[in-house]
């Protein structure tokens, strides 16, 4: 049954809420007043700033625009300039100096052998180890000069016009020059001077510069390109049994020179001896040393290799090959073209210096390294061999062939764990000329590092070679050679 609704109990309930709800906001209220007035935040002292007023001037007054110095004292860079200027000079050179240092390849050691002074080096820095040469006393060529063209043509010819005639006479005399007419003419683009209409034929004590390339000899990088048409070519042992060679180029172009390969000090000197322009790809840490010690103008692939190129046919490294054309234009930009004193050997007949009958040579430097030559008496040259098969050169498949074969004894001493080798150059020793399809014993003298080596017969006159290319075998006591 359905209760009845009791408006008055209703009425009772909702007073009652309202009356707690009241009683609970006046006792938030008041303990909201009494947090806040007898326990009060602690206060932080107040901070006081005092004012001055300061006076303007009576006048404006306009001010100039600060100077460079005064700048230069407001910068924000002053106070590590300033730190920088209190450094010792060693660490600032070290300062500047630590991003070139970064780009070098090798640091370059004391080498294990003794060398002169780098300044008596350059004093006697002469090709064929002679002083150096002046045509007159008051000639005063610039060495910064570009000696191609005109401009080497008429400085030259003014200057020892300049000189006179008995000046120039007296100081060529002790040159052995008797021809004064050699040094007046015009300049060839082989370096030397038309004679005047004489009728007498005349030629300049100066030429071009020699060009000198490391040569690869390894197995994978024959056959060689360039070798057929070096003027003088060296073979000489490397590390672990290998031959390389230094070929130097003068009197004929080769457009393929290689494989190029990396230095070794004995190269550098046979290179300085022909007052040559040096050319190779890196080397060992004593063969930088020695280029600079000597003083020796080169051309490293590492460092300019605008002249190089890299061929598909090959595996790196024996693919690296380089021109004679490019390298003298590299030697152009680098300042090396500078004439140089007529060098290399004596050209002419033996005599009589009787000697035998040598139609083949053979010298064994390894098992590999079996070089031949025979000789081929209607031509009057030597046909080289490598392992009982012609040797010929990869530009066009020339036959590699020579007219005079010298073949020089010296010490060979190995120096480190890695086989590197220390030969003896600096001295005398024996040897053997084959010309003319004989054999004559020689012996060779070298005074110094600089020094051009010099062949001698047993009579004492200096050696003389038939024209055309020289090949120079370089052999350890106890490389085994027949003939």
């Known amino acids: 049954m359905k209760q009845p609704f009791n408006e008055k109990r209703v009425w009772s309930f909702s007073l009652l809420f309202s009356i707690v709800i009241n009683l609970v906001l006046v006792a938030v209220i008041s303990i909201y007043w009494l947090s806040f007035h007898y326990f009060p935040l602690e206060e932080e002292e107040p901070i006081v700033i005092e004012l001055m007023e300061i006076p303007a001037p ?40 630590e991003v070139q240092q970064k780009k070098e390849e090798v640091k370059i050691a004391k080498p294990p052998v003794d060398l002169p002074p780098a300044e008596t080096i350059i004093k006697k ?35 020892l016009e300049e000189a006179g005639t008995s000046t120039r006479l007296s100081h060529l005399a002790q040159e052995g020059l008797k ?25 300049s004590p100066f030429t071009k510069r020699p060009i000198a390339v490391i040569v690869e000899n390894a197995p994978a990088a024959r056959p060689q390109s360039g070798l057929s048409k070096a003027d003088i070519v060296y073979e000489i042992l490397a590390e672990g049994g290998i031959t390389r060679f230094l070929a130097i180029f003068n009197s004929e172009p080769a457009e393929n020179v290689g494989p190029v390969r990396s230095a070794r000090p004995y190269f550098i000197l046979k290179a300085a001896e022909n007052d040559a322009i040096f050319v190779h790809s890196g080397g ?100 080289r061999l490598i392992n009982g098969a012609p040797h010929v050169d990869a530009a066009g498949g020339q036959a590699i062939q020579c007219s005079t074969i ?69 052999v350890d006591t106890h490389t085994k050679v027949v003939f």
């Open 179 to 203: 021809k004064v007419e050699s040094t007046v003419g015009e300049t060839l683009a082989t370096g030397e001077l038309s004679p005047p209409t004489s009728g007498v034929e005349k030629r």
């Open 406 to 474: 010298i073949v020089q004894v010296t010490e060979h001493q190995v120096k480190d764990e890695e086989g590197r080798l220390e030969i003896r150059f600096v001295g005398e020793g024996t040897g053997w000329v084959f010309r003319d399809g004989k054999v004559v014993p020689i012996r060779w003298e070298k005074s110094d590092l600089r020094d051009k080596t010099r062949f001698y017969l047993a009579d004492g006159e200096e050696l003389k070679v038939n024209p055309g290319k020289v090949w120079i075998e370089v």
């Open 58 to 97: 009576e006048q404006p007054v306009s001010e100039a625009p600060p100077q460079e110095a005064e700048v230069a004292e407001l910068s924000p860079l002053k106070e590590v300039e300033d730190k920088k200027a209190e450094l010792p000079p060693e660490v600032k050179s070290e300062i500047a100096s």
């Open 284 to 383: 060992s840490v004593e063969a930088f040393t020695y280029l600079e010690m000597l003083a020796v103008d080169h051309i490293d692939e590492m460092k300019n290799f605008q002249p190089f190129w890299r061929t598909q046919d090959r595996h790196p490294p024996h693919n690296l090959y380089t021109s004679v054309a490019s390298l003298r234009q590299e030697a152009q930009r680098l300042g090396y073209n500078k004439p140089t004193r007529v060098g290399g050997f004596l050209v002419g007949d033996l005599g009589n210096p009787g000697g035998d009958s040598a139609p083949r040579l053979e010298i064994s430097y390894t098992a590999d390294y079996k070089v031949e030559f025979v000789y081929l008496p209607d031509k009057n040259v030597y046909r």
């Open 125 to 159: 820095a002469s090709p064929s180890g002679a002083q150096d040469f002046n045509p007159g006393e008051e000639i005063d060529v610039p060495e910064n000069m570009s000696w191609q063209g005109v401009e080497a043509e008429s400085t030259i010819k003014g200057k």
